[in-house]
Each structure stands twice: as C-alpha cells, then as structure tokens.
C-alpha cells in the first residue's frame, strides 16, 4: 500500500508540474501594472498537488515548472531570478492555503486559505524583491537605478500586483476545488 501512494505521489507530481509548466506560457500583463509583472495560473496544479499530498508536492510542483521554464525558455538575464520569484510567491501561497485547508478541511477554510495565502504572497514578495530581485536585476541587466526606486516599486506595483494575482488564482481555484475535492475523497476511499 505504501509503494502504491509512493508511486501515484511520483505520477502526480509530475503530471500537474507538467501542467503548471505548459499553464506557465500562458501569461499576461494585468492593465493596470508594469508590463514585466505578468499572471499565469500556474499555481492551480500546485494548490491541487498541495491539498492532494500536503505542502511539500505543492512547493515540488513549485520548484519543476520552473525549472522547466528556465530550461526551456531561460531568462532576459541568463539567471533564473524570474522563475526564482514566481517558485517563492508561488511557494508562499500554496503553503498557506493546503496548510490552513488541510487542518479543518471545510470550504471556509479554503477560503480563508487562500486569502491567507494572498496576503503572505504579497508580504513575502515585497521582501523577497527588495532584498533578493530587483537587486539581482539591476546587477545582472546593469540597471542600477532599479536599486534606487525599488521602494517605490515594491509599494506601488509589485505587492498590489501580488494582492490581485493571489485573488484572481482564488477566484480561478475555488470552484475547480469545488467540484474536485469531492471526487478525491471519493476516489481515494475506493483506493
């Protein structure tokens, strides 16, 4: 039995960061934010993985799809300091949320779940671009005045743009949850 849940954890990682990889291509520029601040729905393998197997297959999940992204697409500055950021905000939120679901398990707490997850993606990224990001951008594309407005840019682009990319992914989850939570119970009772 327990090199059945072994194997169908293994087959399952891989599929859905196969899944969050090819979702990855699918970004876009929310209207309101710089264009280099992109939203794809990526995370929605992860959080599945997550609830399915806990937050270690989430944070996997997390960690495969970018690194299949570095590997096939690479990086304007030929270090994967973008796919570093999307692993940690992605990290950060489906942490959180399979955390918070997986102690009461009710769809209140995937709710709270989720907007938790927002909330720490959002604080966890503003510091992750100060001290680690924009740095590395500005010393890798030599764009040293990034250094100078970082604040600016942390405060008014990227921890706003976190906020709604977490809400948007949670709008997106949630009746995907819906409707497959229940079909995991029943499939994993009849396993």
């Known amino acids: 039995m327990k090199e059945?849940?072994?194997?169908?954890l293994l087959v399952s990682v891989a599929m859905l960061s196969g899944v969050a990889f090819v979702m990855m291509y699918f970004d876009f520029p929310l209207p309101m934010f710089p264009d280099f601040l992109k939203i794809d729905f990526s995370e929605v393998p992860a959080l599945i993985g997550?609830?399915?197997?806990?937050?270690?297959?989430?944070v996997m999940i997390e960690l495969i799809k970018n690194v299949l992204h570095y590997v096939f697409k690479s990086a304007a500055t030929g270090v994967p300091i973008g796919q570093l950021g999307n692993f940690i905000a992605g990290s950060l939120f489906v942490i959180s949320t399979v955390v918070i679901y997986r102690k009461w398990r009710t769809w209140k707490a995937l709710i709270f779940g989720m907007l938790t997850g927002t909330v720490v993606m959002a604080v966890g990224m503003a510091f992750a671009n100060y001290f680690i990001l924009i740095p590395a951008y500005a010393y890798f594309l030599d764009m040293g005045f990034m250094n100078d407005t970082k604040f600016?840019?942390?405060?008014?682009?990227i921890s706003p743009f976190n906020f709604f990319k977490g809400l948007i992914i949670a709008v997106i989850a949630y009746p995907l949850m819906i409707k497959l939570i229940p079909k995991i119970k029943v499939n994993s009772l009849r396993a």
């Open 4 to 8: 059945k849940r072994s194997v169908q």
């Open 50 to 58: 997550g609830i399915l197997f806990g937050p270690a297959a989430g």
């Open 152 to 157: 600016e840019l942390i405060l008014y682009a």
